[in-house]
């Protein structure tokens, strides 16, 4: 990967046939791997450990921690962090999270690298990760951790982890292992990770008005330890919950609760009620444009301007729902 300082060139959808050999020649070897090893039950406990375990790296880390600073830790929890998302083999930690970040500033608009509605499903699932177009990193965008020169090196040598990782697998359990724990889990984890820049913006129940076409789904959160409230997160990101109400199951923050309790992370960034209820004092326009971007066929359009937000009259009652702060720590 180089490591320029360049922004990225403008959008495009044309996908780079070369780049996804590497991509698409993984997920052949499962062909093999399926035909020649036989299978057993503890595989399938393998790759669901090396799938969860590698999902926490990309959501706590790479997502809510390197892109959104939703909570904070110490140095080498950090690095190990980075490490660890990047076993996913996903490029470095610091492309991701700038990448990510240039994501939430242009969602849905014309500048947006990876938007169904404007570049179509397959683009923005795998077409533009893959893309040698972005293979820089945007520094301009990350300089809060590119002072960390682990993870300048760390983001130089991003596919270093993800061979550490098979190599582990190896030693543990040799060729089954590596196949079982490698290759079959890894595709899995990079097709779960990659509905959220597709999928979490084609199905699923918008309920905050935001200028993109996000939305939040019950079995994507599932499969991504909490991402798939992604409506939730682009209305506010910086949160390190994603799921906000009882029945929005979160895994990652839970498991993030768990580590506070430890001491190993703090400050966890945590909604505030008047962001959660804002949808309570939303106009009837507003409701009506929610329930309009909801239908299963309108992520193909463009998103909307939003609806005129609510009138001063409306404001204290919205107030009335924020006993506390706007963000509370
Ligand atoms: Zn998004
Ligand atoms: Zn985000």
């Given amino acids: 990967m180089t490591t320029s300082t360049e922004p990225a060139p403008a959008t495009t959808s044309k ?8 991509f698409i020649g993984w997920h052949l070897l499962l062909i093999p791997g399926f035909l020649f090893i036989d299978f057993k039950w503890e595989y399938v406990a393998l790759v669901a450990v090396t799938y969860f375990l590698r999902m926490f790296g990309v959501t706590a880390g790479y997502h809510r921690y390197f892109s959104h600073r939703a909570f ?3 140095r080498v929890f950090q690095f190990l962090l980075a490490f660890l998302a990047q076993t996913s083999a996903q490029k470095g930690v610091l492309w991701w999270a700038a990448h990510h970040r240039h994501h939430h500033r242009h969602s849905d608009q ?3 690298l990876h938007s169904p509605s404007r570049t179509g499903f397959w683009w ?3 077409g533009w990760i893959m893309s040698t177009k972005y293979e820089a990193t945007r520094f301009e965008s990350i300089r809060d951790f590119a002072r960390f020169p682990e993870l300048v090196w760390l983001n130089k040598h991003h596919i270093l982890p993800a061979m550490v990782a098979l190599f582990v697998m190896w030693l543990l359990g040799g060729l089954p292992w590596m196949f079982y724990g490698g290759v079959v889990s890894t595709v899995l984890l990079w097709h779960g990770t990659f509905t959220i820049n597709s999928l979490s913006h084609i199905f ?6 935001t200028t993109d076409t ?3 789904n019950f079995f994507f959160a599932l499969l991504t330890m909490g991402e798939g409230w992604h409506n939730n997160h682009h209305f506010h990101q910086n949160t390190a919950n994603q799921g906000w109400f009882w029945w929005e199951v979160d895994a990652t923050f839970a498991i993030l609760k768990a580590l506070s309790w430890i001491g190993v992370v703090s400050d966890l960034r945590v909604v505030s009620e008047q962001t959660k209820y804002a949808f309570r004092i939303y106009t009837e326009a507003q409701k009506a444009q929610l329930r309009a971007e909801t239908r299963f066929d309108a992520w193909r359009k463009r998103p909307q301007p939003p609806a005129p937000t609510p009138t001063p009259e409306a404001m204290p009652a919205l107030q009335a729902l924020a006993p506390r702060p706007a963000l509370e720590r």
């Fill in 204 to 209: 699923g129940r918008r309920r905050y008005v």
């Fill in 110 to 112: 014309e500048d947006d």
């Fill in 15 to 22: 996908f780079d046939l070369v780049a996804l050999i590497p």
């Fill in 72 to 74: 904070k830790t110490n």
């Fill in 214 to 216: 996000s939305r939040n």
């Fill in 124 to 126: 923005s699932h795998v």
